[in-house]
Nanobody, 128 residues
Framework: QVQLVESGGGSVQAGGSLRLSCAAS?????????MGWFRQAPGKERVGVAA???????YYVDSVKGRFTISKDNAKNTLYLQMNSLKPEDTAMYYC?????????????????????WGQGTQVTVSS
């Protein structure tokens, strides 16, 4: 099992930036895991944002391409999400997740909270 703890959320104005971090611990970290960021706005379903596999391949949903960057530091067992040019519609609870095996695109598009490991979330609020 993988334990995931998110941090870095907060309140910013539109156009601002935030960097989310996800500290991971547990067995088999990064060996064959795909890791990703998901978000859930009030009253909406949880959706994928970006993911990265062990080889550094990434996938982003269209709404964040060119604005968000996912990366990881294997030495620190930490996953990051750099968010620039934030918009009010980016407001949501952001979750870090990890699952053994899927490709980044499959993870972003098809991940379920019923599978893999998930953090508790960090709130991001963007005001206009």
């Amino acid at each position: 099992q993988v334990q995931l703890v998110e941090s870095g959320g907060g309140s910013v104005q539109a156009g601002g930036s935030l960097r989310l971090s996800c500290a991971a611990s547990g067995r088999y970290i990064y060996s064959s895991y795909c890791m990703g960021w998901f978000r859930q706005a009030p009253g909406k379903e949880r959706v994928g944002v970006a993911a990265i596999d062990n080889d550094g391949n990434t996938y982003y949903v269209d709404s964040v391409k060119g604005r968000f960057t996912i990366s990881k530091d294997n030495a620190k067992n930490t996953l990051y999400l750099q968010m620039n040019s934030l918009k009010p519609e980016d407001t949501a609870m952001y979750y870090c997740a990890a699952e053994d095996g899927p490709s980044p695109s499959d993870f972003v598009l098809h991940a379920s909270p019923d599978f893999g490991d998930w953090g508790q979330g960090t709130q991001v609020t963007v005001s206009s």
